[in-house]
C-alpha cells in the first residue's frame, strides 16, 4: 500500500468515526420525562465529538508541519503544495462556512420563534400590575394604621367599645391594640379568634420608622382555594407615647388586619406561577439552542478538518507535474535563460513545457538585445547630463503638468535657488518665481494657439526677475516644446549685458552732452560779465543791484553747468586703468586724511588689517574710487546725530586658509538704499541725492571692471533679519588680482585703527 493510499485510508475511517459521533449526538439529544434535556448524555456526547476533532487536529497538523518543514529547509515546490492546498482547503470551508452560517441562524431564529416574546412581556407586565396592586392596598392599610394610632395615643381607643367604633370608621376587618412584645391587649373585628401576633420584624420596622405593612398567604406553594382564603394584609403603626403624662413605659401599636379579595389573590398567586414556569422554560431554551449549535458547530468542524486532509492530499497529488514546469520558471527567474528540457508527455502540460522552453530561447536573445540599448540609451543618458551639468545657461524641463522634471546646475547658480526640493512640484509654487511662472505659461499658450512670424515650436523672450531680498536680475528665457507635452526651458543672466549696454548708452548720451552743451556755456558767461561791466556805472539803486544780483545768478548756474559736464566728460572718457602693484592700506589712510572734520567729530573711522597683500591696481582711479564711496556714506548720515561711517580694509580667506580676495569695506548707518535704486545702483544717473548726479557708484562700477573686482551693494537690517528694518548700508569692493609676491614688511602688528 502506498502512502497516498494510507493517507486516503486514515482521512477516510477519521471522517467516517466523526459522522457516526455527530449522528449518535443528534440522536440522543432527547427530553427527559420531566420536558427538560438530558445533561448526562449531552456531556458524554459532546466530549466524545471533542475527542474526534482533537484527532483531526493532530492529523492536520501533523500534515501542516511536514509542509513546513519542506519549506524550512528550502525544498522546491513546497510553496506551491501550500498554496494548492490552501484553495483546496479554500473551496470545502467557504460552502461550510455559508451553510453554518445560514443553520446557526436559522436555529437561533427557530427556538427564538417557539417563545413569544409578547407572552414574556405580557407576563411582566402582569407581574408588575398585581405588585403594584398589593403595594396600593398594603400602603393604604399603613396609612389607616397610623391614622387609628393617632387617635389611641389621643384616648379614643380606651375601651373595646370605642375600639370598635374605630375600626368601622378605619374600614379594617381588624383591629387591635398590641403590646411591645407583640402580644395583643385589645381586639375589635369580625374574627372569633384575636389576630395573629406580628413578627419581630415588623416590630422592629414599626418601631422604627412609625409605621409598617406586610402581605400574608401569598407563598408560591399556596395556589389552592383553602390557602388564598386566608391572605391578607397587616398594618402595624406605633402609638404616640405619653409617659410622662401617664407614667407608662411599654410601646403600643395599632395593628390592623383587612383581607384579600379572593380573585385578586388568586390572580396575583397565578400570575406569579405563571411567570416562574415561563423563567424555567427560558433557561431549558438556552440549553437547547447551545445543544443544536453545538452539534452544527462539531459538523462544520470535522467538515472542514476533512476538506483541509483532503486538499492537502490532492494538491500534493496535482503539484507533482507541475513541480518540473515550476523548476524551469525559477531558474529563468533567477537569470538562467539556458535551454530547458521538455516534460516527456503529450497532454496539454507536454505542451506548456515545450513552450516554456522556446520562450526562454526568444527570451534570452531578447535580453541580449535589451542589454545592448540600455548600454547605449545609459551612454547617451551620462553624455546628455554632462552636458547640462557643464552648460552656463540654466536649463528646466517641465512635464505636462507644469512640475519640474530636470534642472541643472546652471539654473541653481543663475537663480540662486534649491530646485531640489522642488523636483515635483509645479514651477508656479517656488518662491519668487509665480510671476515668471505665470509670463512662461502663458507664452507657451501663444505659441500654440497664435505663433508669430518665424515661430514653430520655440521661443524666445527677456524678462526682468525681482528676488526677494530686492535685488534682480534680467534674463533672456528660450522655450520649446518636447514630445510628450512637455516644456523645456534654457536661460541666461543677461543683466551683465544689459547694464553694459545701457553704460554705453549712457557714455554716449554724456559725451554728446558735453559736448553740445559745453560749447555755448563760455560765451554765455563772457557775455553776462561784459553787460555787467558796461551797465554797472550807468545804473544807481534798485536798478544796480538788479543787475549785479542777475550777472552773479548767471555766471555760478554757468560754473554748476559747466561742473556737472565735466563729470559727464570724466565718465564718458574715463580712461584705461594703468594696474601697478598697489599696497591699499596707505591708500586709504592717504583718502581719509582728507576727511579730518570728520575724524575729529568721531563720525568717520577705518579699522585696517596690518601687511595686507598687494593688489594691482591704478592708485589715481582706486583714490577716486574710495573718495566716492567715503563721500557718498557721509552725504546719507549728514542729517542724523548719530551717525557713523565705518572704513574697513581686510583680507579674504577660503576654507581651506587660502587668501581670496583683499576687500575695501564701507558701511555706514544711513537710511540705506531705496529697492529700486538697490536694483540698479550701479547705472549712470541712478541716485537719491536731490543734488546728486548719480554717476559716482556709475564711475566705481566702471573702475572696479577695469581691475577685475567685484563691487556689491546691500542693506543692513537689523537682527541679520532679511525682513527686518533697515540700519545702513554696505558697500564692499573685493580684489582678486594681486600682485607678485614681495619681501614681507617689518614691523607687522595689530590692526590699525584710524580716526
Keep these: 500500500m502506498t502512502r497516498s493510499a494510507r493517507w486516503a485510508w486514515i482521512v477516510a475511517l477519521t471522517a467516517t468515526t466523526g459522522l457516526g459521533l455527530v449522528l449518535a449526538f443528534v440522536v440522543g439529544m432527547g427530553l427527559d420525562g420531566s420536558g427538560g ?9 459532546f466530549w ?3 475527542a474526534v476533532a482533537v484527532l483531526l487536529t493532530l492529523v492536520i497538523g501533523f500534515a501542516a508541519g511536514r509542509l513546513l518543514v519542506r519549506l524550512k529547509r528550502g525544498k522546491f515546490g513546497s510553496r506551491l503544495l501550500i498554496k494548492l492546498a490552501g484553495i483546496f482547503a479554500l473551496v470545502g470551508v467557504l460552502p461550510g462556512l455559508t451553510i453554518y452560517t445560514v443553520s446557526y441562524q436559522f436555529v437561533t431564529q ?25 403595594d396600593t392596598l398594603a400602603a393604604d392599610l399603613a396609612i389607616k394604621a397610623r391614622l387609628g394610632a393617632e387617635r389611641v395615643g389621643d384616648g379614643a381607643g380606651g375601651s373595646p367599645l370605642a375600639l370598635e367604633r374605630l375600626r368601622v370608621q378605619l374600614g379594617a376587618a381588624e383591629l387591635a391594640l398590641v403590646g411591645g412584645s407583640g402580644q395583643a391587649l385589645m381586639t375589635a373585628g369580625v374574627g372569633t379568634q384575636p389576630p395573629e401576633r406580628p413578627p419581630a420584624a415588623l416590630l422592629r420596622q414599626a418601631r422604627a420608622t412609625g409605621v409598617a405593612s406586610q402581605l400574608d398567604g401569598l407563598e408560591e406553594e399556596a395556589l389552592d382555594a383553602s390557602a388564598t382564603a386566608s391572605a391578607h394584609v397587616r398594618a402595624l403603626a406605633l402609638v404616640p407615647s405619653r409617659e410622662l403624662a401617664l407614667g407608662r413605659s411599654d410601646d403600643r401599636f395599632v395593628l390592623l388586619v383587612q383581607p384579600l379579595p379572593r380573585t385578586l389573590a388568586l390572580n396575583a398567586l397565578a400570575v406569579q406561577a405563571a411567570y416562574s414556569e415561563y423563567q424555567q422554560r427560558a433557561l431549558a431554551r438556552d440549553s437547547l439552542r447551545r445543544m443544536y449549535i453545538g452539534t452544527l458547530t462539531l459538523a462544520l468542524i470535522l467538515a472542514v478538518f476533512g476538506a483541509v486532509l483532503l486538499a492537502i492530499l490532492l494538491g500534493t497529488q496535482l503539484a507533482r507535474p507541475l513541480l518540473f514546469l515550476a523548476d524551469g520558471m525559477r531558474q ?16 496539454e502540460l507536454g505542451g506548456l513545457t515545450r513552450s516554456f522552453a522556446d520562450m526562454t530561447a526568444q527570451l534570452a536573445e531578447a535580453r541580449v538585445q535589451v542589454q545592448r540599448g540600455v548600454a547605449q540609451l545609459e551612454g547617451a543618458r551620462t553624455r546628455l547630463q554632462t552636458i547640462l551639468d557643464t552648460l552656463s545657461a540654466g536649463v528646466i524641463v517641465l512635464d505636462r503638468e507644469g512640475r519640474i522634471d530636470t534642472v541643472n546646475p546652471g539654473a541653481t547658480r543663475i537663480l540662486r535657488l534649491p530646485f531640489a526640493a522642488w523636483r515635483g512640484r509645479r514651477l508656479d509654487e517656488v518662491p519668487e518665481l509665480e510671476t515668471l511662472a505665470r509670463s512662461i505659461a502663458q507664452r507657451f499658450e501663444l505659441l500654440r494657439t497664435s505663433p508669430e512670424a518665424g515661430e514653430r515650436d520655440h521661443w524666445q523672450e527677456s524678462y526682468e526677475l525681482a528676488r526677494g531680498d530686492g535685488s534682480g536680475i534680467s534674463l533672456l528665457v528660450r522655450g520649446a516644446l518636447l514630445p510628450g507635452l512637455m516644456w523645456l526651458l534654457v536661460f541666461d543672466d543677461i ?3 544689459v547694464s553694459a549696454q545701457r553704460s554705453a548708452a549712457w557714455a554716449e548720451v554724456a559725451r554728446r552732452l558735453a559736448h553740445e552743451i ?6 554765455i558767461q563772457l557775455s553776462a560779465q561784459r553787460l555787467e561791466h558796461r551797465l554797472e556805472a550807468k545804473l544807481e539803486g534798485p536798478d544796480k543791484a538788479l543787475l549785479l544780483r542777475s550777472v552773479g545768478t548767471i555766471v555760478s548756474q554757468v560754473q554748476a553747468m559747466q561742473q556737472l559736464v565735466n563729470e559727464f566728460r570724466d565718465y564718458a572718457r574715463l580712461p584705461a586703468a594703468q594696474l601697478q602693484p598697489l599696497d591699499l592700506s596707505p591708500l586709504v589712510q592717504e583718502v581719509l586724511a582728507l576727511y579730518g572734520h570728520a575724524h575729529d567729530s568721531g563720525v568717520l573711522s577705518a579699522h585696517i588689517e596690518p601687511d595686507l597683500p598687494r593688489v594691482m591696481g591704478d592708485t589715481t582711479q582706486l583714490r577716486q574710487v574710495i573718495h566716492n564711496l567715503v563721500q557718498n556714506a557721509l552725504d546719507a548720515v549728514s542729517e542724523q546725530d548719530d551717525g557713523h561711517v565705518e ?16 576687500r575695501l569695506t564701507v558701511i555706514d548707518n544711513g537710511p540705506g538704499f531705496a529697492d529700486k535704486v538697490l536694483k540698479r545702483a550701479f547705472e549712470p544717473y541712478v541716485t537719491t541725492k536731490p543734488k546728486g548726479t548719480g554717476l559716482g557708484l556709475a564711475v566705481v562700477k566702471k573702475i572696479a571692471d577695469e581691475h577685475r573686482a567685484r563691487l556689491r551693494v546691500a542693506n543692513l537690517h537689523r537682527g541679520d533679519e532679511p525682513d527686518g528694518p533697515v540700519t545702513g548700508a554696505r558697500v564692499s569692493l573685493s580684489f582678486s588680482l594681486f600682485a607678485p609676491a614681495a619681501p614681507a614688511a617689518t614691523g607687522g602688528g595689530a590692526a590699525q585703527q584710524v580716526h
Excluded: C, H, M, Q
Excluded at 416574546?117 to 407586565?125: E, I, K, N, Q
Excluded at 529563468?332 to 497532454?347: C, Y
Design 37 to 45: 434535556i438530558s445533561e448526562r448524555r449531552f456531556v458524554w456526547l
Design 647 to 662: 572704513v574697513r580694509a581686510s583680507s579674504a580667506l577660503g576654507e581651506d586658509g587660502a587668501l581670496r580676495a583683499v
Design 110 to 134: 427557530s427556538i427564538e420563534a417557539w417563545f413569544d416574546v409578547r407572552l414574556a412581556g405580557a407576563l411582566d407586565a402582569g407581574l408588575s400590575l398585581g405588585k403594584g396592586t398589593l
Design 518 to 523: 559745453k560749447n555755448p556755456l563760455t560765451p
Design 48 to 50: 466524545a465529538n471533542v
Design 332 to 347: 529563468v527567474a533567477a537569470g538562467d535563460l539556458t535551454a530547458k528540457p521538455v516534460f516527456a508527455s503529450s497532454d
Design 495 to 497: 543683466s551683465d549685458v
